[in-house]
């Protein structure tokens, strides 16, 4: 009979989410056991980083999300490159591949996404990938040859992150997208033209309005990629076939369990799940969206490490709310910079569209009721930090909405009762200023 | 922690912060030298002149810093000790995340990494501070929040 190791705090899943909630645990509870489980065998690392790693080599030392020692400095304990292969909710045991079981008091999951592989003729064939991990990254990097031609299945971002990296290796790429356009989710339609004339300068090929059908390969079962087949019968060479349709949450654990899910683990604003003592963030939860304002899977990292936090410190018992997140963006593909957030493509014509297009920068908000529901800014990106929190903390930016797609942008935009709230000074600094006095008379020429 | 607040009435938007925050972080120590004959580093603060209204703007080291926790890399941290948010160039992809989310837009964006206030760490009073013209810019304890 397998030991049981017991832990105060189980943490499955190693990424932004599992860090986040290791943190926030540290830092009101110094001492109960935490342990995190994930079925990579690597520490923490940035996952973002992967197309630096296949577009350069980026070593994983250098894409450590935290420190070599993080884990030993805060005493956890980690089983790193172990599958936890089934939980007994009720009796809060994981019981790990190896046969190891952990008891537990509190549970996060935080598994994490896994990509979308559609059922497809050929799939098995050598030569194609994903591109979610530091795996996937270093498999196709192996696979790459001087000659290699690749297809991306998928214009999203996964899609355009491994074409970039796959460019910079000088492998040819072909970009196969079912809908009109590239990066359709999270840009607006000139945004998105934007982005295909970066790429198609670097020489990628973008083939919107298509599908992949089929992958041929040679020998034909089972051998390597020779080609994809689209829907209307066109044949594109290539040895290489990265599969970028996007991720779903790894709800694999909790499949016929009390946890309920939707798309994903649904979690109140403590990221508590249905079940008592579970909790879950990151890209396997679906947790409050404050633009949708009901509960969405949002599958980026800035939300995955904040809803990591906010259950670390529910799990460790200082209560927090998440205040919510939303689909948010940063590009920089080929070194054009686009920052997104919100409703970039309005489902309705209740939104209003401001926008100012200047140089080679493009602001543009779209306002509903006065407040600000989605955002794009290009080019000259620094100020969006302004606009993404008035966003944010609901601010009615009625009055003054189009001063926040002016080119001078900045705090003094905004009325000055909200500028003045943001950087006045503490009320017990008095607040003097050195007296101007009246110039003595001074006599000139003499 | 103490952190640089701005006492508005008394700026005169000379952007002379801007000045000594570039010389600060200039590697010479010649104020000549740093403007003429070498490009000085980009200011890490922002000097907005709307008149009557000016105002500088740096990095507020944020007690829950959005930036630290929207970072893609582990770039930004907050120390624990000092309260200083600072950045470790050597980590910076530059996706420019943090610039999306702070609030106060006090990230930049310096070829393919960011810049951002480091609130002069070693030195007694920040440059900016230190060589204002009018103690429009003070550096003060923050408020029991």
Redesign the interface.
Known sequence: MAKTARTKYLIIGNSAGGVGAAEAIRAVDKAGTVTIVSDEPYPAYSRPLISEHLAEGCSLERMLFRPADFCERHGIKTLLGQKVASLSLDEHIARVETGQEIGWEKLLLATGGKPIVPRMEGLESKGVFTFTTLADAKAIAQAITPSSRAVVIGGGLIGVSVTEALVKRGVGVTIVEMKDRILNTILDEEASALAAEALSEHGVEIITGHTVSKVNSRPAKGGSVSSVTLENGRKLPCNLVVVAIGVVPRLDLVAGSDVRTNRGVIVDRHMATSCRDVYACGDVAEAYDFIAGENRVTPVWPNAYLGGRVAGFNMAGAPAEYQGGTAMNSLKYFGLAIVSAGVTNPPDGSYEVVSNIYGSSCRKIWVKDGFIRGMLYSGEIEPAGIVFSLMRDMVNVDSFKERLVAADLGLSSLPEALWRSRLSLPPSVPVTTIPVEEPEEVLVGE | MKRV??????CIGCRLCEVHCQFAHSSSKDLVKAFKKAAPPLPRL?V???KP???S?RCQHCDEP?CV??C???ALTKDEKTGVVSVDT??C?????C???????A???DGDKISKCDLCTGKPLPSCVANCP???L?Y????ES
């Open positions: 607040y701005v006492n508005e009435p008394a922002r907005e002149v709307k209204v000016s105002f703007v959005a926790y929207a893609l890399t582990g050597e980590k992809m530059g996706c420019w995340t610039i999306l989310v702070c609030p106060y837009a990230i930049t964006r009018n103690e429009a003070v003060a304890e923050t408020r």
